[in-house]
């Protein structure tokens, strides 16, 4: 099992829910072509899944920063 890669995947997964919620709060107060008002974003799930993702993405961080620790520790013992 690869940690950093594991780790890498958990980045790209917590940039692409940042993106989805940064997009539903862009699309707030939006008007449909027909002129009706397409405000139906509920701006506290919004904001609960943009800190989940900075959670994330600071987790995965750790992760990798663990694996690259362990990794040049176990260089450090081979040499």
Request: glycine content about 4%; charged content about 10%; hydrophobic content about 50%.
């Amino acid at each position: 099992m690869d940690t950093s890669s594991i780790a890498l995947q958990g980045l790209d997964q917590a940039s692409a829910q940042l993106d989805a919620a940064a997009s539903q709060i862009a699309s707030a107060g939006a008007v449909s072509p027909d002129g009706a008002n397409l405000d139906v974003v509920n701006l506290s799930a919004e904001m609960v899944a943009l800190m989940s993702a900075q959670n994330a993405f600071q987790a995965n961080l750790a992760t990798l920063n663990t694996a690259d620790q362990m990794q040049t520790a176990l260089l450090d013992v081979k040499a």
